[in-house]
């Protein structure tokens, strides 16, 4: 089954760019520890070229599904994942409901028109007992508050938390408050990805703020937060 390409053209070809293409093929190891080992089936949503569910696979006895709205991208996940659909994700892929024991968003809600209903369709495709698991960039992130501030800059980029096709931005706070107004019940939000280089004269400020702060910036020290969710049982 595949569904019209809708991404522009001009993202699209930003994705057989040089910069986009060493984006794309990141495997996420940091993400493979929160989706259950008892998983027999994962619906992957931006699965790029389908690196992610190539190192699932790889790891645990699965079956991977993959959503890729990139035509390019999808063609190379095919080759790696148990079934592929290139298409938005949203209704009109009539996808099997109760199919899924995990949904996966790495860094793909930020991207959406309106995360919000692929969260709700996320529900109807999900087994009783199915978890999502995400990954979401986090603007309170320290790097990016300190260009703010400082350098009183807002600049989007190629890639990271103002990569320039992030549509929503979340913090710690509004991602909790996201899937609790969307019925889920968050069983774990964890900061990934912290601040690196020891030594940096960033990383010395945030360490000194944080600590006058009495660790009220803690959030601030992670590029994103993963997150594993549960539909509320009524």
């Not at 019209?4 to 040089?18: D, F, G, H, Q, W």
Request: with cysteine; proline share 3%; aromatic share 12%.
């Amino acid at each position: 089954m595949r569904s019209k390409n809708l991404m522009p053209e001009t993202a699209a070809s930003a994705y057989k760019s040089e910069d986009f293409d060493a984006f794309i093929q990141k495997e996420r190891h940091e993400m493979l520890r929160y989706v259950s080992k008892e998983a027999s089936t994962v619906l992957d949503v931006g699965c790029a070229v389908g690196s992610f569910g190539e190192l699932l696979k790889s790891n645990y006895p699965v079956e991977v599904w993959g959503i890729e709205i990139n035509e390019y991208a999808a063609t190379e996940a095919a080759n790696k994942l148990d079934k592929v659909i290139c298409g938005a994700f949203d209704e009109n892929l009539d996808l099997p409901q109760a199919k899924f024991d995990c949904i996966v968003f790495n860094d793909v809600l930020e991207h959406l028109v309106d995360p919000y209903n692929a969260l709700l369709y996320a529900k109807i495709l999900l087994k009783d007992g199915g978890t999502i698991v995400a990954s979401i960039p986090n603007v309170r992130y320290f790097d990016n508050i300190w260009k703010l501030l400082i350098d009183k800059d807002w600049k989007y980029t190629q890639n990271g938390i103002l990569d320039r096709t992030h549509l929503r931005f979340f913090t710690y706070r509004s991602i909790l408050s996201t899937f609790n107004k969307l019925g889920y019940q968050v069983e774990l939000i964890e900061g990934i990805n912290p601040l690196e280089n020891e030594h940096s004269h960033r990383v010395r400020s945030f360490k000194f703020l944080n600590s006058i702060l009495l660790n009220q910036i803690e959030d601030m020290r992670y590029l994103q937060f993963a997150v594993i969710a549960r539909p509320k049982v009524l």
